[in-house]
T-cell receptor, first 110, second 114 residues
Framework: KQEVTQIPAALSVPEGENLVLNCSFTDSAIYNLQWFRQDPGKGLTSLLLIQSSQREQTSGRLNASLDKSSGRSTLYIAASQPGDSATYLCAVSGYSTLTFGKGTMLLVSP | DAGVIQSPRHEVTEMGQEVTLRCKPISGHNSLFWYRQTMMRGLELLIYFNNNVPIDDSGMPEDRFSAKMPNASFSTLKIQPSEPRDSAVYFC????????????FGPGTRLLVL
């Protein structure tokens, strides 16, 4: 059974810092890996999707990497802003379903 | 497109009552997923449909839970009878193709069973 772990569970940084969120998974037989953002009381918004054949994806200040063989992914956020404050979830896709980590709660202070 | 639509957004009910949650997926998406999110267990897949057919319901906690998708634009998740431990946020999501494409989530239904 796939298990997804995210470290750290919570992170607090001052505005402007670059930061890295980590995700690890136990079964490397995945189709893709996704990073989502969840704001309090809201649904999930997809940020980046990395297919299993890819090594990284970039969108604006966000860069996600995937090392399938070691079961790891990182989400890099450059020049963090208070608006980045949210919970970030990593999810890996098997044949048909997503398995989620419990997320990293990020707080960026002005 | 309006995105995935869920109703109601909030539901407060008493133990033993029937609860029905509703979802309208994004038009053209052929996969639909129901998730439950709690602080203790995080986000868990309950059931998913492909082309209106239930494919995997192994995440449904027990027989009190049932889900239907009578057509491509509507799905329900029913809890009967409800219990306090069912209190959670229930999300519906849809995607173009199961497993390979981004899932788009609705805003969720926050359920409280007293």
């Amino acid at each position: 059974k796939q298990e997804v772990t995210q470290i750290p569970a919570a992170l607090s940084v001052p505005e402007g810092e670059n930061l890295v969120l980590n995700c690890s998974f136990t079964d490397s037989a995945i189709y893709n890996l996704q990073w989502f953002r969840q704001d309090p009381g809201k649904g999930l918004t997809s940020l980046l999707l990395i297919q299993s054949s890819q090594r990284e994806q970039t969108s604006g200040r966000l860069n996600a990497s995937l090392d399938k063989s070691s079961g790891r992914s990182t989400l890099y956020i450059a020049a963090s802003q208070p608006g980045d404050s949210a919970t970030y979830l990593c999810a890996v896709s098997g044949y048909s379903t997503l398995t989620f980590g419990k997320g990293t709660m990020l707080l960026v202070s002005p | 497109d309006a995105g995935v639509i869920q109703s109601p957004r909030h539901e407060v009910t008493e133990m033993g009552q029937e609860v029905t949650l509703r979802c309208k997926p994004i038009s053209g998406h052929n996969s639909l997923f129901w998730y439950r999110q709690t602080m203790m267990r995080g986000l868990e897949l309950l059931i998913y449909f492909n082309n209106n057919v239930p494919i995997d319901d192994s995440g449904m906690p027990e027989d009190r839970f049932s889900a239907k998708m009578p057509n491509a634009s509507f799905s329900t998740l029913k809890i009967q009878p409800s219990e306090p431990r069912d209190s959670a946020v229930y999300f519906c999501a849809s995607s173009l193709e199961q497993g390979r494409e981004t899932q788009y989530f609705g805003p969720g239904t926050r359920l409280l069973v007293l």
